[in-house]
């Protein structure tokens, strides 16, 4: 199994310029999510998916879109990127029990 | 609200010293409580976790008591080594339909050697 895998691993955009950031998982997790890291704020869910076809926004969703059509992929999409969007951002996957969650390498994104 | 309160750091320790990293939450219900940990340009691994309270985790040397008295689960370990060098993560998962996880700040160890 390749586990969660995110791509790319950087990025540098201008403001105002669109992007997806993609995440897929091999481990048939119903349950998805994405986060943002930030410097001594830990790391802060922006949204999630409890399965096919149904999302939810998380603690700081402003700015960004998700859909969930298959099991396996979770895309994040910056709509009009802002500097404030600067971080590093984190896929996450977990199985039906939800006492785990497995985190892909990351995407380091800089909008400049 | 919901939240993981964490010492802040740096820690920076000696090489076979004894490292204690604080941990303390609020939550409604019964969370399960877990350790992640962060080394350098890497994404997070699950360290150690305790679904229940007096559950202990332990994993790599480390150790965590789920306290539901004092709302705790300080990260322990006996002899630390360089390689522990890292950040780690303290945070708790809602067993509501969210099952969302929420993070403490995270606190970094430096260990020399």
């Known amino acids: 199994n390749a586990g969660v895998t995110q791509t790319p691993k950087f990025q540098v955009l201008k403001t105002g310029q669109s992007m997806t950031l993609q995440c897929a998982q091999d481990m048939n997790h119903e349950y998805m999510s994405w986060y943002r890291q930030d410097p001594g704020m830990g790391l802060r869910l922006i949204h999630y998916?409890?399965?096919?076809?149904?999302?939810d926004q998380g603690e700081v969703p402003n700015g960004y879109n998700v859909s969930r059509s298959t099991t396996e992929d979770f895309p994040l999409r910056l709509l009009s990127a802002a500097p404030s969007q600067t971080s590093v951002y984190f896929c996450?996957?977990?199985?039906?029990?939800?006492?785990?969650?497995?985190f892909g390498p990351g995407t380091r994104l800089t909008v400049l | 609200g919901n939240s993981v309160t964490q010492m802040e750091g740096p820690v920076t320790l000696s090489e076979e010293a004894f490292l204690t990293i604080n941990c303390t939450y609020t939550a409604t219900g019964y969370p399960s409580l877990f350790w992640y940990v962060q080394y350098p340009g890497e994404g997070l691994q699950l360290l150690l976790k305790a679904t229940k309270a007096d559950d202990k985790g332990s994993n790599k040397g480390f150790e965590a008591t789920y306290r539901k008295e004092t709302t705790s689960f300080h990260l322990e370990k006996g002899s630390v080594q360089v390689s522990d060098s890292a950040v780690y993560f303290c945070a708790l998962i809602l067993m509501d339909s969210s099952y969302k996880l929420i993070f403490g700040s995270g606190t970094r160890l430096l260990v020399r050697p």
């Open positions: 998916s409890v399965g096919a076809g149904i999302t």
């Open positions: 996450a996957s977990s199985p039906p029990s939800y006492n785990e969650q497995f």
